[in-house]
Every structure is written in C-alpha cells, then in structure tokens.
C-alpha cells in the first residue's frame, strides 16, 4: 500500500469524502506497521470532528489499537476491551485525571517496579509525565530533578506544587527542608547543596544528553558530577532525553539500569522547504502572511532574533496590539528597560522574543502570553530546545546554526519536536530554508562512568581510584601530590579546574609582601582589593571566558561593574545607569540593555562570587602559610549572589516575580526583608497582595507567580 498516496489523501479530505474506505485502508496499515498506522490515525484524529458519529467510533478503536490511549475521551462506545484498557492506563493519586499511552506504560512498568531507567524518546512522547506519575504512585522520601535551566527549575517547581500536601519543593539553599522533599536543582545548585543533601531515593536528569563533555563543557562537567554524586547513593534513577542512539556498555556495568529507545510519535510532523526569494526575510514574511495558528522561529542567537524582528517590521505594515495587557507590558519593559529595546517594540506588535539573558519574569510572560495565544509569533533562541517547555502549530528554522555551528541531526530534530502538541495540534508544520541535517542519532558518553584522556580533570578527581583506567591514574597521582593546594582544596571547587587553581595559587605564593596584603581583605574590599582579586581571577583563575559570555571586556571593566552595583545596592537602579550610560557611549538599546543583563544573570549573580570563593579559600590557605592572617572574602560573595539585596529578592525573581513589585511588596509591609524565604511564600499566598500590580500587566504577572506557589485561581476569584 502508498502510505505517502493516503497520508496525502487524508491532508486533502478523502477522509471525510469516503470515510469508510479511508478508515479501512488505514486499519490495515495499522495491522502491517504500527508506527506507519499510528501515523496515519493522528493524522485522522486531526479531522475527527467533521466525521459521521459511526466512524468517530470507528477511529477511536484504531486509536486504542495503536496505544493512543490519551486521546480517547468517550468510553462509552468503545468496546469493552477497549474501555478495560484505557482503565488500565490511568493513573492513580494525584495524577488520576491522566492517561498514558501505549509506550509510556512500557516505561513506567519498569519505573514501578523500582528498576532505573534511561530512557530516549521524542519531544512529544510525555516523558515528564512519568516522573509526576511515579512521584504520585510511590513513597519516596527524598527526590532530586536535576534539570538544564533555572527557567526550568522554575517550571518543575510549579509543576511539582501538586505534591505541596506530602513534600517540601526545595529550589534553593535558603528553604527549610521536612521528612519529605522534593529537590528541583541545576547541577550547578546541587553541588552546592552537596553537604546538606540528605539520603536520597530516587533522582532524575532531564536532557541526560547533556552529560556528554564535547556538547557542554563546562556545565557537563559539572552534570557529570552531579550524576557520580546521585549515583553513590544507589537511589533508583530516571534519566530522559530526545533521539539518543546509544550509551556506553561500561554504563550498564556499572550502574544497573536499563536503557529504553522508544519512537513513539503522539502527533504528526509536516516538512516544508521554504525558498529564500527574494530573499530570506522576505520569504519568512511571506509565510507568516498565509500560516494559520501560532509560530515559533528558531534563530542562532539573541542577534538573529532582533535582526529577524527588525526585517519582519521593516516588510509589513503590521497594527498595534489593542490587547491590555500586551500594550502595558511594552510600556512596563520600555519604562524599566528602554523604549527602543526591540523585546519593548515587538510586544507592540503581538510578537514574543525569548532568549537565556531575558529577566526570568520577563521570560516566563512571554511563554504565558505565548501559550494564552496572545502572542501569535515567538523568536526563540536555543531556549526553544531547553528552557522553553512550550510547543507551537508551527516552527521555522530560520537559522541552521546554534553556537555558529551547523545544526546536527540531532538539535534539529529537538528544534523539529517543538511542532504540534497533544490534544491542540495533532500536525505540527516544520519550515526550513536549509537542507535537513543527515540523520545521524548522537552516542552519549557519560564520563563519569567511561573516563578518557578528554575527561576534565576536575571529574577524574570525583572518580574513586578503582575506576579510573592505568592510563589516567598517573595524571590524578600528580594533582594530588602537587605542593601547592591540599586534596580537598581542589575537589571543593567543582566548577573550576584544580589547573587553574593551582596555577591561582603558584602566582600568589610567588607575591611580594606588599602585593599580599591587598588579597588579605576580609568582607568589604577596598576598590584596589576588589581590582586586584578580579585581576587573578581574569588572568589566572580562568574567569576570563565566562566572563567575555556575559558581556565583560577586561578585568578593569569587570572591576566597576560590580563596584557599581555593590555601591548602588538596587538591582532597578544599577540597570538603569548602565543602560543610560552605555547608550550614551553610542552603544545601541538593544546591545545596552542586554549586556546588562548578561552581566546581572550570567556573572554578578552566579559565576563571580563561584570565582571570588574559589579566590578565597586559595588566598586564605596560602597566607596562613606563610604565617599571615587569612582573608574573608565570603561574606561579600554571598552579598553580590543575591545583587546586595535582601535574598528573598533573588528568589522571588526565580520564581517570576520582578524586583519592582517585590520592593513594593516590602514597602507595603506585605514582609519583611529579613524573613525567611518559606514565611515569605506563605504571606505572599494572601489574594490582596494583587493590589500592588500597577495594572493589568503586573496583577497577572502576580496572579501567575501566586498559582505557581499553589494558590487555586478558583480559589483566588473566590476572595
């Protein structure tokens, strides 16, 4: 049978026009291909509605027989074999409400049984799912979610907030914990949480891929870290990614799991190659001028996003937004941003960008406002791969590029698998200006349990002796025996490599005594102190190219930046000058305000105080050894972690709820600076707190923070 000939003539209508005959053709491709069948039935389920009731009967039996049991909701036509197995497919608990289909239970099945499980399967598959059904279905005690983002972790949380009546959700070092407790890290959080960690039972790493050093660097590295940490404790684990071909042998040899390849396809994917004529973004207009339903664009990186942008508004004349909420958010982000910053003006216009440097409430709106269809195009960036847990009728692939690299097969069937969802787009469309990458499914090496002469030396450190092969042992035997840094020096600083440090600490044993005294500092540097440490950490602690990622020039640069902010002590206003500023030097808007924020999220809140500790501890143990007194350089860490705000303010940014209204929330005496994070969340679960949004905009920008921390919104219209 031409499966291509009856796909064809279910896209043009035959199924309506003879849909016995088309529903029959279709049953017999079930009975010879499965996946072929599961196909056509989805493609079928798309035009269900304009079917006779006979033959919606009729097509719900082929989707029980393909495993699609999700998708039926009315039992009582089904015959009853059929409505014995869509009861036995629905979970229990807190999850009763859901149905899994055919290849999930295959999973779970393995999951329940308290197996460990690696599992590769499509976007679309529901992988997620499982984990909130098991977590419903089981007793564990303590659960670790390592996923990719902190946009993520702020997702899971939300989405874990089921569970608030048996766990404590744990997303930061500033939560109490209970008997029972739900951790929702980054590696990068995990490790720092390392020594209070209790006994865990079971753990999860979502894009497991990730694990893979060549792919990720040094945020693998520490992935892998986190894995052999989770890994000691023999707790049963789950590890979920899309299209991974292989893992090492020596992976099931040395941790018992078993390894799932499952290409269960719940929707339908529709390739279109797109002509770049006249030209590219002409083409791309064209298209948005005659696609129904909402688009996501794929660009290389925040640049092409705004380029994209600027040519789209350039090529049509497009109306202003009359919805309020989107025409107050242009102006909120104009007002506390700039006017001219291109995220400000495509809100004007209905159209989302989305990228890792947007203010985590900024972020999470433009999804909301995405998923709610009041933003019918989104420009999205890589976060459409890994922080972005959205999905759309429609995907472009405008750039065929990530990193300034060709697309792979593999991120582009990641990129491909955010077409279509369940239950609201049975067809996802996929347009492409470029050839299709050759399919070429990745093998993912997991160092922690295959090391190489490639494996970071910081990891090799964190793998017992035994199980390092001949060949790296002497390269372990002489970081350990080094004279410089003591053993548990190295290992304490998991995100840099003992290289660097021991070379960090070479340099400040060879410093002169004057040179000494300005790392001596304890708690509040001097600007030639803070000169000084941030010089070491540029020039010889490996700062320098984290550094250049979140849009800093030199050492010097670095320098004032965090000075400012430390003298300034106002996330709000410190933005606002360096915006200000930069714009008047002839940086452009878009550029000034979003170096700023590169250095907020990506050096001043996270990777310079790991550096300044990591400073710290080499500093301290050199000057001690030469008969000084050590430094402190932790208290000022801790400080500039949280911006030199109260913590809760970091937090609740976490958690999408901006600065500006937290500030007015303390001014409102709502809580108290000085309250710890759980007593604020409790206090901030009170309806009137609604009162402190300026508008439309900010009062649903706090009526979503609040459903996030488990307020009901039916709950909330009662009040």
Not at 594 to 613: C, D, H, M, Q, T
Request: glycine content about 6%; aromatic content about 10%.
């Amino acid at each position: 049978m031409d499966i291509a000939l009856l796909r064809k003539g279910i896209n043009e209508g035959r199924l309506e026009e003879d849909s016995f005959r088309t529903l029959s053709l279709i049953a017999k491709v079930c009975a010879d291909n499965l996946s072929s069948g599961r196909d056509l039935v989805v493609r079928a389920l798309d035009r269900k509605a304009n079917l006779a009731v006979q033959y919606q009967e009729i097509l719900d039996e082929l989707v029980m027989k393909v495993g699609l049991y999700p998708y039926v909701g009315d039992l009582s036509e089904l015959s009853l074999r059929s409505a014995m197995l869509h009861a036995a497919h629905r979970a229990d608990g807190e999850m009763e409400d859901y149905v899994i289909h055919q290849a999930q239970a295959r999973v779970l099945r393995k999951l329940m049984a308290g197996e460990s499980v690696i599992l590769s399967a499509p976007t679309s598959f529901g992988k997620s799912l499982l984990i909130d059904i098991l977590i419903s279905a089981k007793n564990f005690t303590n659960i670790v979610l390592i996923v990719p983002t902190l946009a993520l972790v702020e997702e899971t949380r939300r989405r874990m907030s089921r569970f608030s009546d048996r766990y404590s959700i744990i997303t930061s070092n500033g939560q109490a914990l209970s008997a029972n407790n739900i951790f929702v890290f980054t590696q990068e959080r995990l490790l720092s949480f390392e020594d209070a960690l209790p006994e865990v039972d079971f753990f999860v790493i979502d894009e497991f891929y990730k694990l893979s050093i060549s792919g990720e660097g040094d945020r693998a590295t520490l992935l892998n870290q986190a894995f052999l940490m989770l890994a000691k404790s023999k707790a049963q684990f789950y590890l979920l990614g899309p299209s991974i071909k292989a893992i090492p042998e020596s992976v099931h040899e040395k941790v018992k799991c078993s390894f799932m390849v499952e290409d269960f396809q719940t929707v339908a994917i529709e390739l279109h190659r797109l002509k770049k004529k006249p030209n590219k973004d002409l083409a791309l207009a064209d298209l948005l001028d005659r696609t129904e339903g909402q688009t996501m664009v794929y660009c290389q990186s925040p640049n092409s996003a705004r380029s994209v942008l600027k040519e789209y508004l350039k090529n049509r004349p497009l109306q202003k937004v009359e919805d309020q909420e989107l025409i107050e958010a242009a102006e909120w982000t104009a007002k506390h941003y700039n006017g001219d910053w291109l995220v400000s003006v495509g809100l004007r216009y209905g159209i989302g960008i989305h990228h890792g440097r947007l203010p985590r409430s900024l972020g999470r709106f433009m999804v909301r406002a995405f998923e709610e269809g009041k933003l019918n195009i989104l420009l999205c960036t890589s976060t459409l791969i890994e922080g972005v847990n959205t999905a759309a009728k429609n995907v472009v692939i405008y750039d065929n590029k990530l990193n300034r690299q060709p697309l792979d097969f593999f991120t582009f069937n990641n990129i491909k698998g955010r077409s279509g969802r369940m239950f609201r787009h049975f067809i996802g469309n996929v347009y492409l200006f470029d050839e299709p990458p050759e399919e070429d499914l990745p093998f993912v090496d997991i160092p922690a349990l295959n090391p190489t002469e490639n494996t970071p030396s910081s990891l090799l450190l964190r793998i017992p002796v035994f199980d390092l092969p001949q060949s790296l042992q002497s390269k372990v035997n002489a970081l350990i025996e080094q004279k410089y840094l003591p053993f548990n020096l190295l290992v304490s600083h998991s995100g840099i490599e003992p290289e660097n440090l021991i070379e960090t600490a070479k340099y400040i044993w060879g410093l002169s005594h004057n040179d000494l005294r300005l790392v001596s500092w304890v708690a509040k540097p001097s600007y030639e102190e803070l000169k000084f440490s941030s010089e070491i950490i540029w020039d010889k602690l490996g700062g320098s190219y984290t550094a250049r990622a979140a849009s800093m020039r030199s050492a010097s640069m670095m320098t004032k930046w965090v000075w400012d902010l430390y003298k300034t002590r106002n996330v709000p206003a410190f933005r606002r000058e360096k915006i200000t500023s930069q714009i008047a030097y002839g940086v452009s808007p878009d550029d000034s305000v979003e170096n700023v924020l590169a250095f907020i999220r990506g050096w001043a809140s996270f990777n310079y105080p790991k550096f300044l500790s990591a400073l710290n501890s080499i500093a301290s143990y050199v000057l001690t050894a030469k008969g000084f007194k050590g430094c402190n350089y932790i208290p000022f860490a801790a400080s500039i972690e949280h911006l030199f705000q109260p913590d809760t303010f970091s937090s609740l940014e976490e958690y999408g709820l901006p600065t500006e209204i937290t500030e007015r929330l303390v001014q409102g005496r709502i809580f108290g600076k000085e309250e710890p994070l759980d007593v604020v969340i409790n206090k901030l679960k009170l309806p009137d707190i609604r009162r402190f949004g300026g508008g439309v905009f900010e009062q649903r920008i706090i009526e979503d923070f609040q459903q996030g921390i488990g307020v009901s919104p039916t709950l909330k219209d009662k009040n």
